[in-house]
């Protein structure tokens, strides 16, 4: 499972990657969203797979023992997806206007500010 | 609890809900934004004294034990961070008030400053590193709105590179707080600096790369820093002056804090990579701003050269250096955001930025000529000005233990920033007033006193503090080696903390 979830992952930034290399400028946008998502997979693999075993304390006992599933990486990627999710929302709102204002989507255009 | 640790944080929320409930009156808007700046520099000032005073300060948010709940700590760096952050907070408020435009009133700027400066406090002060993450998205998402506020074109283009870049930026960061995580098994700075020695040095090396490099972005070294000349010429002066004064700021802040606290296991690979970096960082920025025609583009490239010596404490690594380097910092804060807001009374003047166009500035407005050459000089570093010091101790640390070739590096940088000053000087302020000021963006109309009054209030208060810790810089370097010397003892960061 852990060496799926690493191929998973590894895809994920690839291609988040590669398409933020391309010219277009939507591509950039779902490059980024792909990006995200790798990095919020990674948080979720990197707090140990676990199965079955969530993180409750039975009645019986005074503190948990054993491996169970870690609370913690859920609680992170949670503020990581809305952050994630308010930002890309905003980038997408951002290239719609610089689509109406420079007329292209290509990003070799966007140069003027570039320029001496 | 100490509620100064708390103020820096709530003052420019509570400012930014009331700007923002006020939306439709501006008058009142601005004046909230004012007296919230006032009372942000209040409590940063109040934080600093406690400090100074008591020592490293730290809360745990909503009363989880450490290392379970949110932690902020602040040790004198940060403290001195927060200064300068209510320093530049005061004077980009008062100087909005007569640079922007009623729209941008309308659309919430003052709001948005307000959220800004509190992910910068939040940055400061926090001190868990997963928390740190958040507050550098509640500063970013702010910068984002402010950068293309207004809509220009070239606003627009240069918003595209800063938000994919940063974005880039974040997603590393968030990277290698999950690795680090996975490693260590928490991520509270004290409790990570007190468990990461026992930790594989291999994976922990690897992590401080990414951390590295996410920082890095942030704080536009060699080879990361192409979004910031694209960028940060583009926004009103206003916007531009905060951004550059305190944005790459917390990057650098960032970077100092995670190679001082948690990675120290390895510093011949690590700090020396910092130490090659900032060499690079000083020199292509510098060359950078030597083939620049326009004000502001000049001056970004030089946050670019600047940001190289600030590194470079970090990177010789020794308390003097540390001390370097901070004491750089709050000098440096302070006087590039007021060539910033220079550059913008300038534009105000003849309405261009272009070298070309501008000129006869010092003919009309000797004081305003005074005015840029106590920050430009003081940048330069001719002494007495504060830029001296800051790089005469870069360079005593680096001669101590033998790194000739950096230092070398830093001396002449110094000399070609100099030269970007006076080719700003004999262009914008002392060769006459060429002729076809026609063509300028927006027709100089006279300027009433009051707006004077704002734009030169935040400026000359800004060049008096330049002045004073240029001649008074005694007990400034003895806060900085302080702090310097709280940053290389995490003993007492982690005690602080952990209780």
Redesign the interface.
């Known amino acids: 499972m852990q060496t799926l979830m690493a191929l998973v992952v590894g895809s994920l930034y690839a291609s988040g990657l590669y398409l ?1 290399m391309r010219r277009s ?1 939507v591509k ?1 946008i779902i490059g ?1 969203a792909l ?2 998502h ?2 919020n997979l ?2 979720f ?4 797979l676990t199965r079955g075993r969530p993180p409750v304390i039975p009645e019986a006992a005074e503190r948990m023992t054993g491996t169970f599933a870690d609370p ?2 859920q609680a ?1 990627i949670l ?2 997806i809305v ?1 994630g999710f ?2 890309l929302a ?2 997408v709102v ?2 719609r ?2 689509h109406q ?2 007329g292209t989507d290509d ?1 070799d255009e ?5 320029s ?1 | 609890m100490n509620p100064f640790l708390i103020l820096p944080i709530a003052v420019p929320f509570l400012t930014a809900i009331v700007a923002l409930l006020a939306w439709k009156a501006r008058r009142l808007q601005r004046m909230v934004s004012l007296l919230g700046a006032v009372g942000l520099l209040g409590a940063a000032l109040g934080l600093f004294v406690t400090v100074h005073r008591d020592g490293i300060q730290a809360a745990q948010m909503g009363g989880w034990p450490p290392p379970f709940g949110i932690t902020l700590a602040v040790d004198l760096f940060g403290a001195i961070m927060v200064v300068a952050t209510g320093l530049i907070g005061l004077a980009v408020a008062a100087y909005s008030l007569a640079t922007i435009d009623p729209q941008r009133e309308s659309f919430g700027y003052y709001s948005l400053i307000h959220i800004l400066l509190m992910g910068v406090c939040g940055s400061f002060m926090t001190g868990d590193i997963f928390n740190l993450y958040v507050w550098f998205e509640v500063m970013l998402i702010a910068s984002f709105v402010l950068m293309e506020l207004g809509g220009r074109k070239a606003q627009l283009e240069g918003a595209i590179k800063y938000v994919t870049l940063n974005l880039v930026s974040s997603a590393l960061f968030l990277t290698a707080v999950a690795i680090l995580y996975g490693l260590v098994g928490t991520l509270n700075m004290a409790d990570l600096a007190r468990q990461l020695p026992t930790a594989e040095k291999a994976p922990v090396t690897a992590v401080a790369i990414f951390f590295f490099l996410a920082f890095g972005i942030k704080a536009a070294i060699f080879p990361l820093f192409f979004w910031l000349p694209a960028s940060y010429h583009t926004p009103p002066p206003a916007v531009s002056a905060i951004f550059a004064g305190l944005l790459t700021k917390v990057g650098v802040y960032a970077m100092i804090r995670v190679f001082t606290l948690l990675f120290v296991h390895d510093p011949s690979f690590t700090h020396q990579l910092i130490l090659a970096t900032a060499a690079f960082t000083m020199v292509t920025g510098v060359l950078g701003a030597v083939s620049q025609n326009n004000f502001r583009r000049i001056l970004s490239f030089h946050i670019v050269s600047q940001i190289g010596y600030m590194i470079m404490g970090l990177g010789l690594f020794t308390p003097l250096a540390l001390a370097g380097s901070i004491f750089y910092i709050f000098h440096h804060i302070i006087v590039k955001t007021n060539l910033f807001l220079i550059s913008g009374i300038a534009h105000r003047l003849q309405g261009t930025y272009e070298l070309k166009k501008l000129g006869g500035l010092y003919a009309l407005y000797p004081g305003l000529g005074i005015l840029f050459l106590i920050p430009a000089l003081s940048l330069a570093g001719v002494p007495p000005l504060s830029g001296f010091w800051g790089k005469l101790l870069l360079i005593k640390a680096g001669l101590e233990i033998e790194s000739y070739a950096v230092v070398a590096i830093a001396l002449l940088v110094g000399l070609l920033t100099l030269y970007s000053m006076t080719k700003i000087w004999n262009e914008a302020f002392w060769k006459p007033r060429p002729g076809n000021g026609g063509e300028t963006e927006q027709p100089a109309g006279p300027m009433s006193a009051l707006e004077w009054i704002w734009l030169l209030a935040p400026v000359i208060s800004l060049a008096i503090l330049t002045l004073a810790i240029g001649l008074v810089t005694e007990p400034f370097f003895v806060l900085a080696k302080k702090a310097a010397e709280q940053l290389l003892n995490p003993a007492e960061y982690i005690r602080a903390v952990m209780g």
């Open positions: 933020m400028i950039l980024l990006l995200s790798a990095t990674l948080i693999v990197m707090g140990g913690l990486p992170l503020t990581a952050i308010g930002v905003f980038a951002l290239i206007r610089t204002m420079v990003l966007l140069q003027t500010t570039d001496m």
